[in-house]
């Protein structure tokens, strides 16, 4: 029976990575990644396909748990594998929900398994979520950005593993930012929350897999517990690789550009413009009506209720700013955050007082109290960047011993 579901799950890597695309499929493989071969853990079958036999398996995924166009449970039932719930993360099992946004406990209409919600107060599951339990197998698409929360699900999903001595397996999945490390390594002391919970900076160039070694490594879960953890790693994958993700990892982040810019624009969540929430630019784009009159800001926008953002800041409200989605002398794509990018929106800004948000949701963001003041005071950017100095190389240290590929 082993070598049969072995067989058959060969089968559909085998179509995946080599069979043509019919236009106008839903999901295509970008074509770099087909020519390199770059196959995510989930294609690994034989590399877990014993640690499952004849357990209870939960499963936390989302839309980006795939291989082409067949979800990882709707795989492993097939494969007669014994699922008993589906645990989601922030946006929810099928990733349409808004940013934040509290999903309640509902099943899967395809397949009638209890979905267990991650956000909003169990952010980590509880004990009686785990009771009748053998397994947890998590397979989520990051992108390399410590605000992103699936790294924060990680955390918890490997603490409560812990907890109840519940093996867990993560099927590692290509990081698009990994290729750079950059930004200010967060102070845990001051500024630990579900959108930055581990001594990390902005881009950490790790895989998710690496990342979860990094966490039982250094003893980041609670007491210092550590987790029964299996990678199932990646092939024919590096870190310098540009990878393009077949699916969206989220509502908001629609394609490759977004994900590039992600990292720089989602600072601007921490204060009051507009990142394209509620249009088809998400992360793409950033504009503020009182930015009227600026000559520079020149490309206009208003953002309405989408997918994924329900009630979007500046909702109804004409923007005026900068388009990000294609490469412009703004913006290009480099290994490094566009500290410049920033500074300059806030130099072109009419009313100071009314940029940041009156919150510490920048900090938050930041991981550290400087950042803010600098913006304010022009501070120069290589000044900025010699303050981070000694914490990415303190960093980079601890993710040596951690790293899987290249």
Not at 58 to 71: E, K, L, P, W
Not at 83 to 109: C, L, M
Not at 125 to 150: A, H, K, N
Request: with cysteine.
């Amino acid at each position: 029976m082993k070598i049969l579901r072995i067989i058959f799950f060969l089968g559909i890597i085998f179509f995946v990575c080599c069979s043509n695309t019919k236009p106008g499929a839903d999901i295509t493989f970008p074509e770099g990644q087909i020519e390199k071969n770059v196959l995510p853990g989930i294609t690994d079958i034989s590399g877990y396909s014993v640690i499952l036999e004849n357990k209870r398996i939960a499963v936390v995924g989302n839309q980006t748990s795939i291989i082409n166009n067949v979800h990882l449970v709707d795989t492993l039932l097939s494969l007669k594998y014994n699922i008993i719930k589906v645990f989601s993360p922030e946006h929810g099992f099928r990733g349409k929900a808004d940013a934040g946004q509290i999903i309640d406990n509902s099943s899967d209409p395809k397949t009638g398994l209890p979905i267990v919600s991650l956000y909003g107060k169990n952010k980590k599951p509880y004990d009686s979520q785990l009771e009748d339990i053998d397994i947890v197998v998590f397979d989520l698409q990051d992108v390399g950005v410590r605000f992103y929360t699936y790294i924060s699900t990680l955390h918890y999903v490997m603490e409560a593993c812990a907890e109840n001595n519940i093996p867990l397996v993560i099927l590692d999945r290509p990081n698009p930012n990994a290729y750079y490390i950059d930004g200010p390594v967060l102070d845990t002391s001051k500024y630990r929350s579900f959108i930055g919970m581990h001594p990390v900076p902005t881009v950490y160039g790790m895989t998710i897999g690496e990342y979860g070694l990094m966490i039982n490594g250094e003893k980041w879960l609670n007491n210092g517990i550590q987790c029964d953890l299996t990678v199932i790693k990646c092939r024919n994958y590096k870190h310098c690789d540009r990878y393009s993700l077949p699916v969206k990892p989220s509502p908001n982040l629609p394609n490759d550009r977004s994900i590039d810019l992600y990292p720089t624009l989602c600072f601007f969540e921490g204060t009051n413009l507009s990142i394209g929430r509620g249009t088809d630019k998400q992360f793409q784009i950033i504009g503020h009506p009182l930015l009227k009159d600026v000559p520079e800001a020149d490309f206009r926008f208003t953002p309405l209720p989408n997918e994924g953002a329900s009630k979007p800041d500046l909702d109804g409200q004409l923007c005026y700013g900068f388009d990000l989605s294609e490469n412009n002398s703004i913006f290009e794509i480099s290994n490094m955050l566009n500290i410049s990018l920033i500074q300059k929106v806030y130099k072109l800004f009419p009313e100071k007082d009314k940029f940041f948000k009156k919150t510490n949701f920048f900090e938050l963001l930041s991981g550290c109290d400087e950042f803010r003041q600098q913006i304010i005071d022009e501070t120069d950017e290589t000044e900025i960047r010699k303050g981070w100095e000694i914490g990415l190389e303190e960093f980079k240290v601890i993710r040596a011993k951690y790293l899987l590929y290249e």
